[in-house]
């Protein structure tokens, strides 16, 4: 006996990936809470499996980046320590930048493949081939503070979008910048930010 919800995931996992593409992506909000000296992520499972990655992959990485252990148990991570919900979803958010989202065409559709020697994250959307290490963010490039709209950057292009943009990473942020070109460097206006995509419009080319 399937419930309601099984049964929309069985209708939806039938679909052709076509029609899938065309979802709009909403970014899988964590629901945490401290309970005295551990943090319980209740939906680990289900964000993991939203985004398409193992859960054990995800909670590496959050072990990682809050300096923490813990344990999956069923669809709850349990952590020693006290984190806050938003602080987990920023986490949580450059994973997505870094090990999900495309950084050519932003989709959440992508595979993480080994090729030879290389780990390339294969975008099934726009079919586009990035090596993972190549698109992790460095530290001199890492921001402690949000990007905001009317804020300047500087940024090198180094995609082309597929609706013409560049499209720039600086740190667990993918940029799309208007008017600029793979291989320039440029000033942009930031017009718009949603999530870990940043939309911008170039000001001024520096090279
Ligand atoms: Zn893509």
Request: with cysteine; glycine share 12%.
């Given at each position: 006996m399937y419930d309601y919800e099984q049964l929309l995931e069985k209708a939806y996992n039938e679909l052709p990936d076509k029609v899938k593409e065309h979802r709009r992506f909403e970014i899988p909000q964590i629901s945490a809470i401290i309970q005295g000296k551990v943090t319980v992520v209740h939906n680990l499972g289900e964000v993991a499996k939203l985004i398409n990655r193992p859960p054990e992959m995800l909670v590496k990485y959050l072990f990682r980046e809050l300096g923490t252990a813990g344990s999956l148990e069923g669809q709850m991570l349990i952590m020693k320590g006290q984190f806050r919900q938003q602080q987990i979803q920023e986490k949580f958010e450059a994973f997505l930048a870094q090990?999900?989202?495309?950084?050519?065409?932003?989709?959440?559709?992508t595979r993480i493949v080994k090729e030879d020697r290389f780990t390339i994250l294969r975008?099934?959307?726009?079919?586009s081939r990035h090596p993972l290490g190549a698109i992790r963010a460095s530290p001199a490039q890492k921001r402690s503070t949000k990007p905001e709209v009317g804020e300047e950057i500087t940024v090198e292009i180094t995609h082309t979008g597929k609706r013409g943009d560049g499209v720039a990473r600086m740190g667990d942020y993918i940029i799309y910048v208007s008017g600029a070109r793979e291989g320039q460097k440029v000033r942009a206006k930031i017009t718009g930010v949603q999530g870990t995509r940043i939309f911008a419009t170039s000001v001024e080319v520096l090279r």
């Open positions: 090990y999900v989202l495309c950084p050519e065409c932003g989709r959440p559709d975008c099934e959307a726009c079919g």
